[in-house]
Every structure is written in structure tokens, then in C-alpha cells.
């Protein structure tokens, strides 16, 4: 039985890695479309504001 437990325990870690793998890469994107949406809005803001 020890060694069914150790399977066990890799293949929750492997399932933790893969969903935090994915949550990065969408928090990266989310990231990046703020970012963008911030530098449109500074450049807008310049643009009527002088």
C-alpha cells in the first residue's frame, strides 16, 4: 500500500503544477490586455487634455 500512496501524491503534484501552469498564462493575458487598455486610456487622456 506504501506504494500506491506515492502515486497518488505525484499525480496530485503533477495536477497542481498543470492548473497553476494555466492559471499564469491567463493572469499574463489579463495582465497584458490592462496594460493595454491603460496606455490607450494615457494616450486618449494626452490627446483631449494636451
Known sequence: MPYLAGLFQAFSKQIKTTIQKAM???AEILNGRW???GI???LGSYTFTG
Open 24 to 26: 499564469n498564462e491567463s
Open 35 to 37: 496594460a493595454m487598455i
Open 40 to 42: 490607450f486610456t494615457a
